[in-house]
């Protein structure tokens, strides 16, 4: 079993990399195989609504999308992270969840995975962006454990959220939790 952790900040090596490799860390101690995908630097536009992926698979637009989809439809445990940017996503995360979401769409190609969103922000907008992103999952059909708090951690300059511990721990416990409850469903 596998499971893969997108990055969706721009920035690399910041807090959402660090929340997110500590989640997998958790992960990985149960056994399972990770997959640390962070998206900053990559070429990943929005959505055009050409609707070629309503009649084929994959997806128009050439860019750097693809191969991250590719191992997305590999694991069996999807994980997706984003700093708050004014209280929502990044158009980074935006534009691959549009879509990667519309590339899944005819075979419900998510349906019964396991996951969920990770956030974090300097001061304000954890909740509304942690709930943007449980949307995505939802209508997916992503199954998304809980954990001991909402997945969200707080810094801003790279590695501030390390002095965040509970943040942490609930990151943790959540990659817990997703491993757990895959074992479960494989059982
Ligand atoms: C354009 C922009 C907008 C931001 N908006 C918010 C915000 O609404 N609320 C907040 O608390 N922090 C905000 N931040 C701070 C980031 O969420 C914070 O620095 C976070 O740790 C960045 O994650 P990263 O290190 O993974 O890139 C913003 C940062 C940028 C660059």
């Known amino acids: 079993m596998k499971a893969i952790g997108i990055v969706g900040s721009p920035r690399k090596g910041g807090n959402t990399e660090i929340l997110t490799a500590h989640c997998l860390k958790a992960i990985a101690e149960e056994g399972l195989e990770t997959d640390l995908a962070p998206l900053a630097g990559l070429d990943i536009k929005g959505c055009n609504d050409c609707k070629y992926c309503f009649e084929n698979d994959g997806c128009n637009i050439e860019d750097d999308l693809q191969p991250i989809f590719a191992r997305m439809m590999e694991a069996d445990a999807i994980i997706v992270s984003s700093p708050v940017y004014y209280s929502s996503s990044t158009s980074l995360v935006k534009g691959f969840l549009e879509r990667a979401g519309y590339m899944a769409r005819r075979t419900r190609g998510f349906s019964g995975k396991v996951g969920g969103p ?14 943007e992103l449980l949307f995505w999952f939802h209508i997916n059909q992503i199954i998304n454990p809980g ?7 707080f810094g801003r300059e790279k590695g501030e959220v390390n002095q965040d511990e509970e943040g942490l ?13 895959l074992k479960k469903l494989k059982a």
């Open 147 to 153: 954990s001991t708090y909402w997945n969200m951690a």
């Open 169 to 181: 721990n609930t990151a943790w416990n959540f990659g817990k939790n997703v491993a757990n409850l």
């Open 118 to 131: 990770l956030v974090v922000a300097r001061r304000g907008g954890q909740d509304f962006t942690f709930a």
